[in-house]
């Protein structure tokens, strides 16, 4: 190696790798605030989230990110969730809480929560759920939604932007845009290596 390549490779280094940095960072598996247990125990740094965990976040302010596979989940604070299947996310079981998430196109999962169920394949979608009622948004793709009194006929949602809804007193209405951003789905496709469907 001659002289002057020596010198461009010393020069160009520190760019390498504030850029290999910066997609090892965007690549990142798992990001969290706060307390946040996983099955009851204190998350550890770098610990995997599998299918079959609970993730509960408690008090203010505490979030977990974190990637299954292909799938890539966000976790607001004084929540509790379950991620079901075999092997791979099936079901996720809302019990409280804010969850947004994106999904690998080509499989079939079910969200549940108290009074809602929400059947998704390959999107990104927003849940906020309590006792009385479910704030649901697909975010972009194509969902099922249904009242789990299934007093009334489950409705298809498509969006490529938003498209929000509440289920309340077995009831599915439009909504308003609340408690989630295009920034933080931007989060959660870079975790998994995309792009949400509106920056594609």
Do not use: W
């Not at 299918?51 to 604070?77: C, E, I, L, M, R």
């Amino acid at each position: 190696m001659d002289r002057r390549s020596l010198t461009k490779m010393i020069l160009l280094s520190p760019l390498i790798a504030t850029v290999g940095s910066y997609a090892r960072s965007s690549r990142r598996k798992i990001n969290f605030k706060g307390k946040v247990l996983v099955n009851g125990k204190k998350i550890r740094k770098n610990q995997n989230i599998k299918v079959n965990d609970t993730v509960q976040t408690v008090g203010k302010d505490s979030y977990v990110q974190f990637a299954v596979h292909q799938d890539a989940f966000s976790v607001s604070d004084n929540a509790v969730i379950t991620l079901a299947g075999h092997r791979k996310v099936s079901n996720i079981d809302v019990k409280r809480g804010r969850l947004l998430a994106v999904f690998k196109t080509g499989r079939n999962r079910k969200i549940k929560t108290i009074n809602a169920t929400m059947g998704i394949r390959g999107t990104g979608v927003y849940i906020n759920a309590n006792k009385k009622k479910t704030d649901f948004c697909t975010c972009y793709g194509k969902t099922t939604v249904y009242e789990n009194d299934h007093k009334n006929e489950a409705i298809e949602l498509k969006a490529t932007h938003h498209n929000p809804v509440v289920i309340k007193n077995g009831k599915i209405s439009k909504a308003g845009m609340s408690g989630h951003g295009d920034d933080e789905l931007r989060t959660l496709e870079a975790m998994v290596g995309r792009k949400p469907y509106f920056d594609r």
